[in-house]
DNA sequence: GTGAAAGCGCTAACAA
DNA sequence: TTGTTAGCGCTTTCAC
């Protein structure tokens, strides 16, 4: 077969024996053409194997471009990772295509990344930090394209938003925490030095137990990532500070587990001796000898709702700026 | 400020006095420039602020591009969540944007991903498949950009290479397994239906066992995917059936995680009543009571390896087709 | 229902 | 060292 490597709207024209603005029509699919002609078209798209072109498409006029670009704190990350598989299944789904970043709780990463992004004239922006530089906000500006705020809820958004409250989540534990009677309750953390949402869900934390008429009696706090091991050595460390500690709260469900670990080689026992409360709702935590108090996060549903949102935006369909994705406490057994 | 939203090469020459292809070649820093004028563009540019538009460049000429497409199995795993953040923190400092796709095992995924993604006409693909549909490797062809697969060793890439062999992974973990004595071996595995590397490693692991005169004696492949809890409720089923077993090989860490739970909720001792093995050297095997056996993957190295042989085949620089990345067995006490 | 013409911002090729 | 010209493939606008 004599194809060209690269046929374009103008050889399926040729083919078709119309001109190229017609085929552009019916592969749109927008109307104005007969039915006739379309099927005429759609056979000789494919017959010559016809890739459009997004790029020159989206260079022609901005507004028809399909890429969406979405900026996680990592990569490699248990939650994010679910969100971005379903945020990504279902843009692709939908036609869109999807450019990654990572801004590792580093507003600058962030920033420099978006300025990467903004050269490609993205249809929309998918972003999840805690908080936006400044030359941030002045680039997503100049943009001027749908901006979703993903993971923690935001009341006054760029654009949409769509997650939970942390604070509400910490908050939330704090209380239930405080009425299984506990007393002296530690937190453990990771990340100390950057912008996490762990230290958004640790103010609600203190909140929820001064309400109690309780406060944090002893931390931990990590400068080193939260994970399995880090709870581990963290919990380790908390206690032979404060050995009388009678439940600790996790940033995450990963610490917590390696806290559990902890608790066990020393056997120490759970809840009985001390209780133990994580977050996130991980699958890892579906092992352990009894259920793990924590917060479950619909991860796949977050990704999939933001999705969605941003789609109808982008389709000048009705959307709410600000959707709620509910957390669910799991009381569990370890408090 | 007037500046208008998106100022381009003219708006940069017109407040400097010079042509836009002098402006174009300043700031793409090939040379044939003088100092003076670089220095007044670049300060106009930055005045300005000028966002360069990729679109265009790519679209004018191609092999301008700085796209590179990425496609994993899974965006929520584990081994490849490091991957992907090595891969895209490299390609992101050498310049590069990253395009993503997840092919789920479904090579019919992966060649509904590559043509989505030949629309962008990208600079560059990296595949992290077992195996590629006829016509991925046609869409392919056409494109005729470099490709890198990745993970999986290819002797007969189709560009470039960068990984281990699955296979000698199974094959080693055999001889370590038959080495330790032990007899009746059985094998733990995830997503049988689909094509996985687990199943390469498992073949030779079979290979390995066979050489000892051995075989495998029992096996779970689960339809489902490798995780904690199918790890846990595969060895629950595997030993139902087969009692006896001495050892037990599982697709991955997560998987010989789980099992290690079930067996310690049974009082089952590890390594005494039954050996166990894992494999990808997961941060979560940090916290069981030993350490475990298993094949450390050095997940990051392999991204940061894979994009640096992708940019300088990118950039005409000398690259072995073929770059192996080692893994490591870890003996653990596990076994 | 269909076509012709213009132009998006950039870069390769060639000219000065 | 710098400038001019042409054109990438598509979509919008306007005409028929």
Not at 72 to 81: E, Q
Not at 210 to 228: I, K, N, Y
């Amino acid at each position: 077969m004599a194809k060209r490597p690269n046929p374009g709207l103008q050889a399926i024209a040729d083919r078709v024996g119309v001109s190229k603005m017609t085929v552009s029509r019916v592969l749109r699919g927008g109307g104005g053409f007969s039915a006739e002609t379309e099927a005429k078209v759609r056979e000789a798209a494919d017959a010559l194997g016809y890739v459009p072109n997004r790029l020159a498409a989206a260079f022609g006029r901005s507004g028809t471009s399909t890429l969406v670009g979405v900026c996680v704190p990592r990569l490699n990350s248990a939650l994010f990772g679910s969100v971005l598989e379903s945020l990504n299944a279902t843009l692709a789904r939908l036609g869109y295509d999807t450019m990654i970043g990572a801004h590792d709780h580093l507003p600058s990463e962030e920033e420099a990344w978006i300025r990467a992004l903004a050269a490609w004239k993205p249809a929309a922006v998918v972003l999840t930090s805690r908080e936006h530089s400044a030359r941030t906000l002045s680039t997503l500006r100049d943009m001027s394209v749908p901006v979703l705020e993903m993971w923690d809820l935001r009341t006054a958004p760029i654009d949409l938003s769509v997650g939970f409250s942390h604070y509400d989540n910490g908050w939330e534990m704090a209380r239930t925490i405080a009425n299984a009677g506990r007393q002296r309750i530690g937190y453990i953390g990771g990340l100390a030095e950057r912008q996490t949402m762990g230290a958004v869900r640790l103010n609600g934390f203190r909140k929820g137990l001064d309400e109690a008429g309780l406060s944090v009696f002893a931390e931990e706090r990590l400068t080193d990532r939260p994970g399995f091991y880090s709870g581990y050595y963290a919990t380790e460390m908390l206690l032979a500070r404060a050995p009388k500690l009678d439940a600790i709260y996790y940033q995450d469900d990963e610490m917590a587990i390696g806290g559990q670990a902890y608790l066990t080689a020393r056997g120490i026992r759970v809840p009985d001796d001390i209780g133990i409360a994580g977050w996130g709702g991980m699958e890892a935590a579906s092992i352990l000898p009894r259920r793990l108090t924590t917060t479950m996060v619909p991860t796949t549903r977050l990704g999939k709702v933001a999705a969605e949102a941003l789609v109808s935006r982008l389709r000048d369909a009705p959307v709410q700026d600000v959707t709620v994705v509910q957390t669910r406490l799991v009381p569990g057994s370890t408090i």
